[in-house]
């Protein structure tokens, strides 16, 4: 199981970016997807997580009435909309997949690589 994660960039505050995560291999609509962030010098966030049902584990507080999360299972991705972005979302963002749908990322099976998200004041 492979995962791709990308969309990241350079926004100012306020902005609004989506990111995507495409997985390949493995069955994907049977998988919980998550998404992590880890700033410098921070150990990883959680940020959301969604069941292969679509039922979404709520927020970190951080980022609760600002990022939502959404799949689809015919194109194999996951999408993290983040929006009204602040200088404190600045971080590698990642992707994870597996069978446990949880908030702890050592429960995840698959990782993709980060995409880096660079919010200026």
């Known amino acids: 199981v492979q995962l791709q994660a990308s969309g990241g960039g350079l926004v100012q505050a306020g902005d609004s970016l989506r990111l995507s995560c495409l997985v390949s291999g493995g069955t994907f609509s049977r998988y919980a997807v998550g998404w992590f962030r880890q700033a410098p010098g921070k150990e990883r966030e959680f940020v959301l997580a969604?069941?292969?049902?679509?039922?979404?584990?709520m927020p970190a507080d951080s980022v609760k009435g600002r990022f939502t999360i959404s799949r689809d299972n015919d194109k194999n991705t996951v999408s993290l909309q983040m929006n009204s972005l602040k200088p404190e979302d600045t971080a590698d963002y990642y992707c994870?997949?597996?069978?446990?749908?949880?908030?702890?990322?050592?429960?995840?099976?698959?990782w993709g690589q980060g995409t880096l998200v660079t919010v200026s004041s």
């Open positions: 969604i069941h292969w049902s679509g039922a979404s584990i």
């Open positions: 994870a997949a597996g069978y446990s749908y949880t908030s702890t990322w050592s429960l995840y099976d698959y």
